[in-house]
Structures are given as C-alpha cells and as structure tokens.
Nanobody, 125 residues
C-alpha cells in the first residue's frame, strides 16, 4: 500500500522559510517522478515543483522559481520542498504526489496517481 505523508507545514511570516517533507512508503521515490502541488481556498490546485526519477531533473512553476527547491533523499525515501522568501500568496495546502502516467506533462496533476493528504502552509504579512 502506497502512502505519502507530508509534514513541515505551519505558520510563517512573509520573507520566512519552511521545509516540507514527504515521507513515502510502499514505493521508492527514486523510481518515480515526484511532484508538489498546492491548493489555496477558492482556487484550483496548481503545480509547484517536480523532480524526475531519471537524473533528478527539477521543474518549477514560474511563481516559485528561485525561491523554492525540491530535492529527495533516497536513503530516507523522502522528498523535500524548501521554501524561502515566502509571501502570503504561498498560503495553501501543499500535497506531494508520485507519478503513475508519464503520458501527461510533468506539471499536470493527471500524471500523478498517488497523493498525500497535504500539509497547511500559512504565510502572514
């Protein structure tokens, strides 16, 4: 049974940092493209970042490029999202996901078949 468990969310001030973790069980993160998505109240879910299984290539949404960094620790079977220079617009529930259908683009939610429950990130101004 696949489980993705996010942690590390919370309250941060604008300009601050948080590091989210996604601990996986039932799958090996180095064999999957792993992504982070977020959903703010009243808004659609949006792509944040992804790291490919092959070579660890990373992709970012324009809104977070230069501020967020996705990485993985194969030994811990965990994926991370380091978030710096946070703004109130980053407030959302953040979900990690593992891909199951590579026919979709890396930023498409349809690519990802395994999802975590999410962790809340709130950034105050």
């Amino acid at each position: 049974q696949v489980q993705l468990v996010e942690s590390g969310g919370g309250l941060a001030q604008a300009g601050g940092s948080l590091r989210l973790s996604c601990a996986a069980s039932g799958l090996t993160v180095s064999r999957y493209t792993m992504g982070w998505f977020r959903q703010a109240p009243g808004k659609e879910r949006e792509f944040v970042a992804a790291i490919t299984w092959s070579g660890g290539t990373t992709n970012y949404a324009d809104s977070v490029k230069g501020r967020f960094t996705i990485s993985r620790d194969n030994a811990k079977n965990t994926v991370y999202l380091q978030m710096n220079s946070l703004t109130p617009e980053d407030t959302a529930v953040y979900h990690c996901a593992a891909d199951t259908n590579a026919r979709w683009g890396i930023s498409s939610a349809e690519r990802y078949g395994y999802w975590g429950q999410g962790t809340q990130v709130t950034v105050s101004s």
